[in-house]
């Protein structure tokens, strides 16, 4: 049986979190660590919102992705239904991320809700994020 993770992995997937083909993506590749999902990334400077900085929209998206990857890991293919995003602290570029999602509930079946958070080098949490994902069949 085919699962969600590997048709993700194929060379037709241009997603900006995850294809390795995409030239102006993330290329995040993702672990699934008991029931934390995670991944790994340094911004750029051309990932930069105030100088020296990582742009917000961007961390939005970097935890997007690593919430859905916790669900594709399971099998469950999903969109995402809404998010916030709480920033505590600047996240500098040059700089080694780590990137971690798991899931808190499961409502009706179908909408799943997770959390994801930003660790910079230090120990520090520097942003938070909740979403709600609604179990969806993809085509
Ligand atoms: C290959 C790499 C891909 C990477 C993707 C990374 C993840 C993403 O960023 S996805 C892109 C951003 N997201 C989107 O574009 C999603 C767009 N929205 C949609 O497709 C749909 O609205 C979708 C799938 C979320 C829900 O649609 P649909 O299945 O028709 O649900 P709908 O009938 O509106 O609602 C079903 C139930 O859920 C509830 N519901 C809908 N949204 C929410 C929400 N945000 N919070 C709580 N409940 C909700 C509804 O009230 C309804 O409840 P009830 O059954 O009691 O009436």
């Known amino acids: 049986m085919e699962l969600l993770q590997d048709r993700i ?3 037709n997937n ?3 979190g995850c294809s390795q083909a995409n030239p102006i993506g993330l290329k995040l590749k993702f672990t699934l660590d008991g029931e934390i999902c995670r991944t790994e990334f340094e911004a750029k400077e051309e990932h930069q919102g105030w100088n020296g900085y990582m742009h917000g929209g961007l961390i939005a998206a970097l935890l997007d992705e690593t919430m859905a990857w916790w669900l594709w890991f399971n099998d469950i293919s999903i969109m995402t239904a809404e998010m916030t995003t709480r920033y505590s602290y ?3 570029i040059n700089t080694r991320l780590v990137v ?3 899931c808190e ?3 009706r079946g179908r909408l799943y809700l997770m959390a ?3 660790i910079l080098p230090d120990g520090k949490v520097a942003v938070r994020a909740n979403a709600k994902f609604m179990k969806t069949e993809l085509k």
């Open 14 to 16: 241009m997603c900006f």
């Open 100 to 102: 971690e999602s798991w």
């Open 9 to 11: 992995k194929d060379n």
């Open 90 to 92: 600047g996240v500098p």
């Open 105 to 107: 509930e499961v409502k």
């Open 116 to 118: 994801g958070r930003i």
